[in-house]
């Protein structure tokens, strides 16, 4: 079961990755852009907890975004955390992948069917869970 969650995750991510590598970003760092719209302001750790994102995987493409101008970032109130939000830059990237993001998974919903596609999504996320 590991080697095929696995290997799905990674055709998977290469499938994203196709439509965002010429933006030069991965898929993995325009799901932390689109997280930070979804959340809003929040520090690493909320954001890394919310969706399941190790919290040393998170802060390394953060750093990498706010190197790129696509976040911006800046002391949380309280504590030692920081507070991300997304530049003009980073808004226009997300908006502009969007599109191109959505194609991706409608191929994949096509490839599967769609109660394929729910039903894997369903057991993934219950999968999630354990």
Sequence with gaps: MVSNTRMAARAI???YDAYTRPF??????YSVLGL???????????LAEQ???ERTTLTRNLDR???????????AEHGNGRIC??????????????????????EIRQELGAEGFEDTLMKLQRLATI
Aim: net charge positive.
């Design 13 to 15: 991510t290469r499938r």
């Design 24 to 29: 030069g970003i991965t898929s993995t760092q």
């Design 36 to 46: 930070i719209v979804a959340s809003g302001e929040r520090n690493v750790s909320e």
């Design 51 to 53: 969706r399941g994102f």
């Design 65 to 75: 975004l706010e190197k790129m101008g696509l976040i911006a970032s800046r002391p």
């Design 85 to 106: 939000s997304l530049t003009p830059k980073g808004r226009a990237l997300v908006d502009e992948l969007l599109p191109l993001w959505r194609k991706a998974q409608a």
